[in-house]
């Protein structure tokens, strides 16, 4: 590669068009966090192409197309994963030059653009997770263990009790850096690299019934 690249674009699911916005506030990133929360966007962390981990956190202001930088407490890191619920937003796990793969986890309040470290993750500390809400809960599944070995865990996480619940486990084969999304209280997971190959399957996750389906 030339260089990571900071650009965002909108994409506009009335018209199916795509428009750009202003590019993040600092330089192109890999691996980076993201979620929303409240209307707005939050973006940070990764590793820029020179290989520096970062520990940068940036909110847009979409209606305004503007980057604000905000304060990160959590710390450099890379692969960490990032999810919001009720109206806050978390960031957790990944990898750092300190403390190699990380298990923190913290609560990031908009309102006052306060961080609070919450109750640290409880499976085998890993990065490239694949992470999805559903209902008022999130859930993290696979990634990969300070072995460089994909993992199949999937733990729940409740934000009203703070606390961690080990589900059933990824269907799929191990696997880090796979993505997950959720449609109609339902989770998604699929793709990534299972450490033989680069995988293009996809399987769903009912939280009713606690059981995947590819």
Known sequence: WNAFLPDLWEYD????AWSQMASLSSSGRAYAVGFSVNGKGYVGTGIDDIGTTLNDFYELDPANNTWTQKNF?????YGATGFSAGGKGYVGLGWNTQSYFLNDFWEFDPSVSSWTQITAFPGTARYGIATFTAGSKAYLAAGADSNYYGVQEVWEYNPSSTQWTQKADFAGTAREFP?????GGKGYVGT???LNNYVKDLYEYDPANDSWAQ
């Open 13 to 16: 699911t009335t018209s199916g």
């Open 73 to 77: 407490i959590p710390g450099e890191r």
């Open 179 to 183: 993505i997950g999304f959720s449609i």
């Open 192 to 194: 990534g690299y299972d």
